[in-house]
């Protein structure tokens, strides 16, 4: 299991090295695929032996090898965030099948997640697709919860866009379709998913004020970020903590 959880990582770094192309380009309108990697400040080539994940961020000690222009601190950490999940679903939830839904959800997660942090964003760009792709891979490797699933999906949708209604200074549509494509992933782990979301956005806006005072009520939180903390704790806590829950209020 040792290995097939370190190749999962692997994969992570570098899938998270792609993320944060998506993550920089994506709402620019800019292609993810032309030009290749550059430098920010001087337009020069990243080339193959300085775009090694993490790693090449070291050795560079932040710093692009041409123009000495700093490398955010984000790009290395998008990579371990992204080889850490990945790492940790495989060690959580197996190795396989259901690793074709698990691992592009929490991929697509962390994208929306970055975007969301720099333009409190939540692009249809990335959300279509992923639903899309949950239902048809839901379809084939969930046969059997594949109703639970679209009940969910459904489910979490009204569920956040009740709330939206009832408070709409703090999410907009984009976090109610986030919250139902994570339906359509996750099934009945949504619960779960969706409590753990309000539970640290709760906690993170109680800090904020705690520390700014009033005029932290003006600031708009993206709420895109606790959703995605919450969709990972679905994957790899959900069915667990639904488990504690039946047997501890329904028996």
């Known amino acids: 299991m040792g290995a097939e959880i370190a190749a999962a990582g692997l994969l992570g770094a570098l899938i998270g090295s792609f993320l944060n192309v998506v993550i920089h380009r994506l709402p620019l ?3 993810l695929v032309t030009p290749g990697s550059h430098c920010p400040a001087c337009d020069a ?7 090694v994940p993490v790693l090449s961020w070291l050795v560079l000690r932040g710093r692009c090898r041409s123009c000495g222009a700093p490398i955010s601190v984000r790009y290395p950490a ?9 790492g940790a679903v495989v060690a959580v939830r197996g190795f396989d099948d259901g690793l074709w839904l698990e691992l592009p959800f ?9 975007i969301d942090l720099d333009h409190k964003l939540l692009p249809n760009k990335i959300v279509y697709p992923m639903a899309v792709y949950g239902l048809v891979v839901s379809l084939i490797v969930a046969t059997e919860d594949f109703p639970e699933h679209l009940i969910a999906g459904v489910g979490a949708f009204a569920f956040l866009l009740l709330a939206v209604l009832a408070y709409p200074s703090g999410m907009g549509m984009g976090d109610v379709k986030l919250a139902g494509v994570m339906g359509l992933y996750l099934g009945v782990s949504v619960v779960p998913a969706l409590l753990a979301a309000f539970f640290t956005g709760t906690v993170f806006g109680l800090v904020v004020i705690a520390r700014e005072g009033a005029q932290a009520r003006k600031k708009a939180v993206p709420f895109g970020i606790f ?3 919450g969709g990972l704790v679905g994957v790899l806590a959900g069915p667990e903590l639904i488990d504690v829950y039946e047997s501890n209020f329904l028996h």
Do not use: K, Y
């Open 29 to 31: 309108g800019e292609s």
């Open 106 to 114: 929490v991929a697509c997660l962390i994208a929306l997640a970055g």
């Open 45 to 51: 080539p990243v080339r193959s032996f300085d775009n």
């Open 78 to 86: 998008v990579e371990l965030l992204t080889a850490a999940s990945f």
């Open 227 to 229: 959703l995605a903390i």
